[in-house]
Every structure is written in structure tokens, then in C-alpha cells.
């Protein structure tokens, strides 16, 4: 058993492993599968009558890192059906691991589904929690590209996309601090009960308090303006 468990921290060796990462990641985003929000988060559209072509993003699956860098993209053709046949094929990211070796791969492939002349259905997906056991595959979809006779229709996002901290942040401290402005501007006494029991509470070390339409001309750190209600 190791005798130093720090993960971000210079211990004279490569001690980071994958685990560690994908540990990481899931702590912060969520354990799942999730595009994130930079790049063209892997923008998918037609630019032939059988080839898609997927531009740059980065996702997270079940914490794995993996992406397109920036400004490349993978186009991907498609088989035509039969005569008269559909079927639905999905643009994936395929996570692999050698049993042998244990070199992980990471690479974006199409899964071939079933033609059929009535209405098609996904492949069935191999998907293996990458954060539990000794993961050997798992596929996260992206898109499902329909494809008829020789022609695919637009492609269809079968991904979320995950929110930034800094957008989470800001959508909930804004309507807070709406709220408590709200609050105090229709309850203007309950500012000096909130500082008052602060202060007796050992908050904050004290609180003087001056309430009329004049500015305080002492040490008061709170003013409770009056003004308009004379």
C-alpha cells in the first residue's frame, strides 16, 4: 500500500494515473457522459449525400477526457441501404481498453444499425461505467445519422451539453441577491434585526446602527435611511 495518497503533488515519479483523472472530472461535472462548452462542441452536418462531417469539441464520459482539437474535424461516409430500407447509424466516442496491455484508446466511429422498410432503430450500444471495475469498452452517443438508400438526412444530437461553473454561478447568485434586495427593501427594519443578531451572535465584533433621514456623522457602520418615508 502507498504510504502518500496527494494526487496534485511532486512525489519524484509519475504517480498521476487515469483513475485519478477520471475521479477528478466526475467529482466536478458529474458522473455521466457530457459534451463540454468550448469549441463547436462537435457540430455535426451534411456535406454529401452520404458523409457527415463532425468539427472540434471536448467531452467528459463518466469522467474520461477525450475531444477533437480545436479548428479539425472527422467526416464520416455512410453504406447505402437496400432499395426502399432505412436504418439509423450513430456517430459514437468508443473507449476501449487492451486487456493485455491496459493502453486505453479513445476514438469516434460510426455504429452500424439494422435496415428495415418500416421504422428503424438505434444499434444497441456497448456502455460499461468507466469509474467502476476494469472497464474494457464503452461507447457514448453524439449523433444519429438517418440514412435511406444512398442519401443520410441531417444528423440528430443525442448528447447533452454540460454547464460551466461560471454559468451555474451566475444563475443562481443573481436571483439571490434579487432576493434578499427585495426582501430588505420591502422589510428596511429587518436590516438592523439581521446585524443586531449578527453582532450577538459573534459574526461580526460590533454594529452601530443609525436610522434618519441624515447621514451618520459617528462610528455607525449601518444607516437605515428615512428620508422618504418623512
Known amino acids: 500500500m502507498p504510504d502518500n495518497y496527494l494526487i496534485t503533488g511532486y512525489q519524484g515519479e509519475p504517480h498521476v494515473t487515469a483513475e ?133 438526412s441531417t444528423p440528430v444530437q443525442m448528447f447533452t451539453v454540460s454547464k460551466s461553473l461560471e454559468y451555474l454561478a451566475e444563475l443562481f447568485s443573481l436571483p439571490i441577491q434579487n432576493a434578499v434586495a427585495k426582501y430588505f427593501e420591502e422589510n428596511p427594519n429587518a436590516v438592523v434585526d439581521v446585524m443586531r443578531e449578527a453582532a450577538a451572535s459573534g459574526e461580526i465584533d460590533a454594529v452601530g446602527i443609525h436610522i434618519g433621514p441624515e447621514p451618520p456623522t459617528g462610528g455607525e457602520v449601518v444607516w437605515i435611511d428615512t428620508s422618504e418615508e418623512e
Open 20 to 152: 485519478n483523472d477520471r475521479g477528478i472530472h466526475a467529482g466536478i461535472v458529474g458522473a455521466g457522459r457530457f459534451v463540454l462548452p468550448v469549441g463547436k462542441q462537435f457540430m455535426a452536418g451534411k456535406i454529401g449525400s452520404n458523409t457527415v462531417r463532425m468539427r472540434d469539441g471536448k467531452l467528459l464520459d463518466n469522467g474520461a477526457a477525450a475531444g477533437i482539437p480545436v479548428g479539425e474535424y472527422i467526416d464520416f461516409t455512410f453504406s447505402s441501404t437496400a432499395q426502399g430500407k432505412r436504418r439509423n447509424d450513430l456517430i459514437v466516442f468508443q473507449y476501449t481498453r487492451n486487456a493485455s496491455s491496459q493502453i486505453e484508446r479513445g476514438t469516434f466511429v460510426v455504429v452500424k444499425g439494422t435496415e428495415t422498410s418500416g421504422t428503424p432503430t438505434d444499434p444497441e450500444l456497448t456502455q460499461w461505467d468507466l469509474l467502476s471495475g476494469n472497464p474494457v469498452m464503452d461507447q457514448m452517443p453524439l449523433w444519429r445519422v438517418p440514412v435511406s438508400d444512398s442519401a443520410v
